[in-house]
């Protein structure tokens, strides 16, 4: 069976030494480094299954990293888990807006990291199962709406949106079940699974960043008073 290959970045010996012996002892093929700019090089060339890296680091921080892969169509794919010494729910929110699948705080849950990780990978695993549809592609399409769920893109009117990874999942999600209410702790569940922990105040941000992007079509997500968030189609199909 083929082993996933994670690159870790850490600039301190003892955390990178722990990390290693723990993703090894799972079965992993772990790659490390102390600068965020000796790991782009070497993700850029060869192939990463998965990162794992700390947000302080040394040149280069983990967030320009996050954002740097996600740039690159090579890796953008490439599942992100940021490290931090940081408590505050605006950087857990900032970390998942460009791009990071996934926050965890120090010090570190060994299990809980394990588990994290574990279920990225299988969700990535999954995503690549999809079976095409529509000539290679398989879309969710409402009027001027087009989601398509192969490339992770949405077109408006034609136009590519610039979604961060967290905004799209989000709008696959509501977009998938037209009407169905969803409250905010189903969104954080159902879009990073029941262990993450997120409060409800990160899903309200990922809301108000998605309707800003979708400009004249924003009341297409509606607010359910004290419960949730649901889509309306119909604002798609009218325009």
């Known amino acids: 069976m083929k082993k996933n ?3 870790i970045i850490d600039d301190h010996y003892d955390v990178l ?3 290693k012996y723990n993703f090894i002892k799972e079965g992993y093929e772990v790659k490390f480094f102390f ?5 782009l090089k070497y993700i850029t060339n060869e192939n990463t299954d998965l990162v794992v890296t700390d947000w302080m680091l040394p040149e280069m921080d983990g967030l320009e990293l996050c954002k740097n892969l996600k740039l690159s169509a090579a890796t953008q794919d490439i599942p992100l888990v940021m490290l ?3 408590n505050d729910e605006i950087d857990a929110v900032t970390a998942l807006e460009v791009g990071a699948d996934d926050y965890l705080i120090k010090p570190l849950r060994i299990k809980e990291m394990l588990t994290r990780v574990k279920k990225i990978l299988r969700r990535k695993a999954a995503e690549q199962l999809i079976p095409a549809k529509n000539d290679g592609r398989e879309f969710l ?3 001027s709406l087009k989601i398509d769920l192969i490339s992770y893109k949405v077109f408006l009117n034609g136009e ?3 979604l961060t990874m967290g905004e799209f999942k989000l709008l696959e999600l509501i977009a998938k ?4 209410v969803f409250s905010r702790n189903q969104i954080i569940e159902k879009i990073n699974g029941p262990q993450y922990f997120a409060t409800e105040r990160s899903t309200d941000v990922q809301i108000v960043g ?3 992007k979708l400009g004249v079509y924003k009341d297409a997500i509606e607010t359910v008073r004290s419960i949730g968030y649901r889509f309306n189609s119909n604002k798609f199909l009218m325009a």
Request: aromatic fraction near 8%; avoid cysteine.
């Open 141 to 143: 399409e409402f009027g």
């Open 210 to 212: 998605l309707r800003k």
């Open 160 to 162: 590519v949106l610039d």
């Open 84 to 86: 931090t010494g940081k």
């Open 35 to 39: 600068t965020a700019v000796d790991a």
């Open 5 to 7: 290959r994670l690159v």
């Open 177 to 180: 079940y037209p009407g169905k």
């Open 17 to 19: 030494e722990l990390l």
